[in-house]
């Protein structure tokens, strides 16, 4: 079982993210935009420069906070990329010890998330402007009950999915007979 298989399971594909900020000559401390920041997806620049994680910068994955050794020159252009998305890797790694089986694993994944997304987003109407926390909860625990249901009904994990192979010259042809038999379809 695999953090990815959950990530792909649960939709919570990570995204590229850049913070930038200026430095004052004496702040150490700066937050990204996104977190959670996925482990070792950061690289922190200085006026162009890549920093150093084990000696010049620390990164609190889980926060988003960045604290450097010394602080960026007044004026000091900081730049952060990084991959982030819902949950950590290590909030799926927990997961994934509670369950015996990914799909079990991205439902409670998917319930962890449902909850958050009531919680936070509510329902709300402002101007032309509106969200529906709720609804988009109630979306998200139905696909973690059709993942129970898979596990509950024996559908194997990945059942119904195969490889479509395409060939479009004569040497693919012959490739594709020769995996066929190594697969033992032949």
Request: proline share 3%; charged share 25%; hydrophobic share 45%.
């Amino acid at each position: 079982m695999t953090i990815a298989q959950v990530r792909v399971l649960t939709s919570d594909l990570p995204m590229y993210e850049r913070s930038v900020a200026t430095g004052d000559g004496a702040t150490l401390e700066y937050q990204v935009e996104q977190y959670p920041v996925l482990t070792d997806t950061a690289k922190v620049y200085i006026d162009g420069t890549l920093q150093d994680p084990a000696t010049d910068y620390d990164l609190d994955t889980e926060v988003g906070l960045v604290t450097f050794a010394t602080a960026p020159a007044a004026a000091g252009a900081i730049v952060v990329t990084y991959r982030h998305a819902i949950l950590s890797d290590d909030q799926i790694n927990t997961l994934l010890g509670l369950e015996s089986d990914v799909r079990l694993a991205a439902a409670l994944a998917l319930d962890t998330i449902a909850s958050n997304e009531a919680l936070v987003q509510k329902k709300i109407r402002l101007l032309d402007i509106q969200t529906d926390g709720p609804a988009v909860a109630l979306a998200l625990r139905a696909h973690a009950t059709a993942l129970r249901e898979q596990v509950a009904s024996g559908v194997e994990d990945g059942a119904g999915f195969d490889i479509a192979e395409w060939v479009f010259e004569p040497f693919g042809r012959r490739e594709r007979i020769y995996k066929q038999f190594e697969r033992g379809v032949l």
